[in-house]
């Protein structure tokens, strides 16, 4: 069965190539944590997507923060403001899990990647790429 939350199109595009390649990568590990939660009952497939993209997100943040410093970005602070609180959020959803709540209680850990996936990417990173490459 496959319940695809997300669908990559056009508009998650920001127009850094290597940013939106990380990007896209990220909405496919999404779409498969998604099949699984979907799925499977195998709880060591969605902890493993679980911590995939942990460590994705946590290096994508990384590289998107050194391409900030880097073009001097006016509003620097407040974007990595934004990173770790989606991290620390993911965590949170990442840690009631681990910590055996069931399964089907995916709905927390959907809506924070759905609100990292189309508020993040859509808003905060685009405004950065327009400034930056004006
Ligand atoms: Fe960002
Ligand atoms: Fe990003």
Same mark, same amino acid.
């Given at each position: 069965?496959?319940?695809?939350?997300?669908?990559?199109?056009?508009?998650?595009?920001?127009?850094?190539?290597?940013?939106?390649?990380?990007?896209?990568?990220?909405?496919?590990?999404?779409? !498969?944590?998604?099949? $699984?939660?979907?799925?499977? @009952? #195998?709880?060591?497939?969605?902890?493993?997507? %679980?911590?995939?993209? /942990?460590?994705?997100?946590?290096?994508?943040?990384?590289?998107?923060?050194?391409? !900030?410093?880097?073009? $001097?970005?006016?509003?620097? @602070? #407040?974007?990595?403001?934004?990173?770790?609180? %989606?991290?620390?959020? /993911?965590?949170?959803?990442?840690?009631?899990?681990?910590?055996?709540?069931?399964?089907?209680?995916?709905?927390?850990?959907?809506?924070?990647?759905?609100?990292?996936?189309?508020?993040?990417?859509?808003?905060?990173?685009?405004?950065?790429?327009?400034?930056?490459?004006?």
């Amino acid at each position: 069965m496959t319940d695809t939350l997300f669908r990559w199109d056009d508009s998650f595009l920001i127009g850094i190539a290597e940013l939106d390649h990380e990007h896209k990568v990220l909405i496919d590990d999404i779409n !498969m944590l998604n099949e $699984e939660l979907a799925g499977s @009952d #195998e709880r060591s497939e969605v902890t493993k997507c %679980l911590g995939d993209i /942990y460590a994705r997100m946590q290096a994508h943040f990384a590289l998107e923060e050194h391409f !900030m410093k880097e073009h $001097e970005y006016q509003f620097f @602070d #407040e974007h990595k403001r934004e990173h770790s609180e %989606l991290l620390e959020d /993911y965590t949170e959803c990442m840690m009631r899990f681990l910590n055996g709540a069931s399964i089907s209680s995916k709905n927390p850990i959907e809506e924070c990647l759905t609100q990292w996936v189309v508020d993040h990417i859509t808003t905060s990173d685009k405004k950065m790429s327009l400034i930056v490459q004006e």
